[in-house]
Nanobody, 122 residues
Framework: QVQLVESGGGFVQAGGSLRLSCAASGSIFNINAMAWYRQAPGKQRELVADITSGGSTNYAESVKGRFTISRDNAKKVAYLQMNSLKPDDTAVYYC????????????????WGQGTQVTVSS
């Protein structure tokens, strides 16, 4: 089994910062891309940022310059540093990882965390 566990969400005032963490555990051979998504009430889930195993990153336009995604491959952890938070950033944030479980088959599977709530007050 593979698990992704997020932490670090909470309540913050506009302009504040939060750091989310996503820890992967279980039967893992390799983790390819990792990503953070978010879903606000009444809206579709959207990509916030992603990062390849080599460290290449991609960001949604709405968070560029404010959020930074990073990862520690040895620890199997991804982070999302969120600065200058706005009320529009309020959402449940989900971690996603594309994981290879077997070095023999090399099949890649999508895994999701349970989500962590981020609330930004004005």
């Amino acid at each position: 089994q593979v698990q992704l566990v997020e932490s670090g969400g909470g309540f913050v005032q506009a302009g504040g910062s939060l750091r989310l963490s996503c820890a992967a555990s279980g039967s893992i051979f390799n983790i390819n891309a990792m990503a953070w998504y978010r879903q606000a009430p009444g809206k579709q889930r959207e990509l916030v940022a992603d990062i390849t195993s080599g460290g290449s990153t991609n960001y949604a336009e709405s968070v560029k310059g404010r959020f930074t995604i990073s990862r520690d491959n040895a620890k199997k952890v991804a982070y999302l540093q969120m600065n200058s938070l706005k009320p529009d950033d309020t959402a449940v944030y989900y971690c996603n990882a594309k994981i290879v479980r077997s070095r023999l088959t090399r099949n890649e599977y999508d895994y999701w965390g349970q989500g962590t709530q981020v609330t930004v007050s004005s």
